[in-house]
């Protein structure tokens, strides 16, 4: 497409070729601004395909911009900040219904440290069930572990029923082990997330 380059550049020189420009175009003509891609300031009165992807603003007679055409740059920079601001709102909300739960759900820092204690005291409860079912496995797993070494002396295979049932002992084991090492961390979880609540009520009451 040919188009018509009425003034080329980005100093205050060229206003007064850009007015007479402006006064000399018919009443229908349009004057486009755009910026190519080196940061080269255009004035035309049709927009080149160059132009497609930089960003353009068309002008009245007057100079004034009366319609504008965002570049790809800022284009995406506008989509960026708009999920930002998104981000933020969706954050905020959902701190505010976290604020409103805690604040509805206790009355006082005591009630939040029963809470916290009555979730701790299940998972203590598990911990102790679990202790106390490794230890009841010991005398069993120790003879176990006697008959796999007596029946592997001199190079024997160990039969297929005491290995089953040495393997079956080591599953119950681990599952034991792993239900301890599970409370633990959840317990101390616990811990953090109630006295952050705490935190956040003493936050919330101080305000009142």
Do not use: C
């Not at 009425?6 to 060229?14: A, N, T």
């Not at 920079?77 to 505010?96: G, S, V, Y």
């Not at 916290?116 to 203590?124: I, V, W």
């Not at 979880?189 to 609540?197: C, D, F, G, L, Q």
């Amino acid at each position: 497409m040919q188009y018509r380059n009425i003034v080329s550049s980005m100093g205050f020189k060229f206003l007064l070729p850009l007015l007479l420009a402006l006064a000399a175009l018919p009443v229908q003509a349009k004057l486009y601004k755009w910026v190519d891609e080196n940061g080269k300031v255009h004035y035309t009165d049709t927009l080149p395909p160059a132009a497609a992807n930089q960003g353009s603003a068309e002008l009245n007679r007057s100079g004034n911009v009366v319609r504008k055409t965002e570049s790809a740059e800022e284009r995406q920079k506008r989509l960026a900040a708009e999920a930002q601001a998104a981000e933020r709102k969706r954050q905020a909300d959902e701190q505010a219904r976290r604020d409103r739960a805690l604040l509805s759900t206790y009355t006082s820092e005591k009630e939040i440290d029963l809470a916290r204690d009555r979730a701790l005291e299940q998972r203590g409860l598990i911990i102790k069930s679990a202790q106390a079912r490794l230890k009841q496995l010991e005398p069993g797993t120790r003879e176990l572990e006697q008959k796999v070494r007596a029946a592997s002396t001199n190079g024997k295979p160990v039969p297929e029923h005491l290995r089953r049932q040495y393997d079956a002992k080591q599953a119950e084991i681990a599952e034991a082990q792993r239900t301890i090492k599970t409370n633990e961390e959840a317990m101390a979880a616990i811990r953090e997330r109630y006295e952050a609540e705490k935190q956040r009520f003493r936050e919330l009451t101080v305000k009142r």
